[in-house]
């Protein structure tokens, strides 16, 4: 019999529904649409208590089977940690071929998130894909598309902020001071 987790027994009902709509995923969705981020882990730990598996692992099943079907991918991705789901998407960024989308990707999840989290993510992509990611990057991108430069720039960026930071100022002082006065 499954344990019985702390302040569960609320989700509980709503785990089975879960279970029993995975292979419907419009359905999932309405269960799974207004929840906040807490409440989506809570009823992760439940269903994991309730059923033996993980939600995020059952749900990625689920992707698999329906490969066409956004849907299942994004209830996927929406289940899992911050970190794992960036980790994902930037995997999916940097296997795809560098395209002009997986550029933007990359520079969304770079520029958005703090250093901690960008942590997370890279531990999350080496846990999940056994790679770095930053190698990942920088084999990809060798002289490949528009925003290979800003990329760079980027990943320099988180590395040594205040190096870049500096210089960007002088850069943007240098202008203003020829061009203003």
């Known amino acids: 019999m499954a344990s019985r987790l702390p302040g569960a027994a609320g989700f509980e009902e709503a785990c089975r529904e879960i279970h029993d709509a995975c292979s419907q995923p419009r359905f999932l969705g309405l269960l799974l649409a207004l929840r906040s981020p807490s409440e989506r882990q809570q009823i992760r730990a439940t269903y994991r208590a309730t059923f033996g598996e993980d939600l995020a692992g059952t749900l990625q099943r689920v992707v698999v089977a329906n490969e066409e079907n956004e849907l299942c991918k994004l209830l996927y991705l929406w289940t899992l940690e911050p970190a794992d789901r960036d980790a994902i998407i930037a995997q999916e960024a940097v296997d795809g071929g560098m395209t002009v989308a997986g550029y933007r990707v990359l520079i969304e999840v770079f520029t958005r998130r703090k250093q901690n989290q960008l942590f997370f993510t890279k531990q999350a992509y080496q846990a999940r894909f056994r790679r770095n990611l930053e190698q990942d990057m920088a084999l990809k991108t060798n ?39």
């Not at 720039?153 to 943007?172: A, F, L, N, W």
């Not at 203003?176 to 006065?181: G, Q, V």
């Open 143 to 181: 002289g490949s598309g528009e925003f290979e430069e800003s990329l760079k720039v980027v990943v320099k960026c988180i590395h040594t902020p205040s190096k870049y930071y500096s210089k960007v100022i002088q850069i943007i002082a240098s202008a203003f001071s020829l061009t203003h006065f």
